[in-house]
């Protein structure tokens, strides 16, 4: 018979973890206090680096280390203007972990992570990426599912899992996007996965440091409420964002009208661009999650959020996240015997 522990063992060896649960990287949320009672509590929390003034960053990576000794991640955004400067940084700091997001890290920006002495984890979206991903030296890759929160991709997890998950044999593969329930993670751990990401459920716990308005949004919130920005025009390379429906997601597409206008009159350029359209959701954002301006900020939110109903504190969550998986695997084996 199969244990729970049998069935993510890789994840805990490739983590270095009790429990292979990752907390997605989350831009004013995941800072040096959520992650690290995370890591604290056995689970492995992921430093947002957004597009953070890199000599904030280090300070948050030193802030994280002596608040815990247990592993975590770095994330980084490769299509943020600061990037080169926050992975120069980040790697001097030879943290144990750097997942890179947003885009395609290069060859060079791999072997800099890992000459570091970190581990690489990068998101994939289809399968000749994340073959492209493993020839440029990925140690394990990311499936996100559009499901998810924040800046996301195209595709579904339930696509992703057969058409990357099911192909890919020689690197840890972890998944996320829609994961609200502990009885969903054994189905996917025999499906290959050997581990999970949250995001969504982690700003539900007491040691997320949101406004009270930005969890009570969530609490409220239905799955249908969370859907993702439109992308008016191709001239922006907009990567579309999951949020909920509010004021401040009508503004973003007034936003795209008048920077496309703006790029065909040669005011801006391609990059101020794309700048303005990262620090439109960065300072959105936070004024939702800090300030608790749940009309006119952003409301990053993935579909899971339809499951949330109560707010937990973190080791509360992640026991009963474990419970709920055991119970199913249990449940499984009974009608497979």
């Not at 799955?223 to 191709?234: E, H, L, V």
Request: hydrophobic fraction near 45%.
């Amino acid at each position: 018979m199969k244990t729970l522990q049998d069935l993510w063992s890789k994840g805990k060896q490739f983590l270095g973890v009790d429990i292979p649960v990752m907390c997605g990287a989350m831009t004013w949320i995941s800072e040096s206090g959520l992650v690290s009672t995370v890591s604290n509590a056995g689970a492995f929390g992921c430093l947002a680096g957004g597009n953070m003034d890199p000599a904030q960053l280090v300070q948050e990576i030193v802030k994280t280390r002596q608040l815990t000794d247990k592993p975590f991640a770095v994330n980084l955004i490769t299509i943020a203007p600061n990037f080169k400067k926050q992975l120069e940084m980040v790697s001097a700091q030879e943290v144990p972990f750097i997942v890179f997001a947003g885009g395609i890290p290069k060859v060079s920006d791999i072997q800099q992570a890992r000459a570091s002495g970190a581990k690489v984890l990068c998101f994939a979206s289809n399968e000749s990426i994340a073959k492209r991903l493993i020839d440029r030296g990925a140690d394990a890759l990311m499936l996100e599912g559009s499901e998810a929160g924040g800046h996301i991709g195209h595709v579904s997890l339930i696509i992703l899992l057969q058409q990357v998950l099911f192909q890919v044999q020689n690197v840890p593969v972890f998944v996320a996007g829609g994961i609200g329930t502990g009885r969903i993670i054994p189905h996917l751990l025999l499906m290959g996965a050997v581990g999970v990401q949250l995001g969504t459920h982690f700003v539900l716990t007491d040691e997320c440091n949101v406004h009270p308005n930005f969890k009570e949004a969530f609490i409220r919130a239905r799955a249908r409420d969370a859907i993702a920005t439109p992308q008016i025009g191709s001239e922006l390379h907009v990567v579309a964002v999951r949020a909920l429906r509010n004021k401040g997601m009508d503004q973003f597409s007034d936003l795209q009208m008048r920077l496309i206008q703006s790029r065909k009159r040669g005011e801006i350029s391609q990059e101020e661009a794309q700048f303005e359209v990262e620090r439109y959701w960065v300072g959105a954002l936070r004024r939702a999650a800090i300030d608790g301006d749940i009309e006119k900020g952003s409301l990053m939110a993935g579909q899971s959020v339809g499951l949330a109903q109560e707010i937990k504190p973190i080791r509360k969550m992640l026991a009963d996240l474990t419970e709920e998986a055991e119970r199913e695997l249990h449940r499984m084996q009974d009608i497979l015997t």
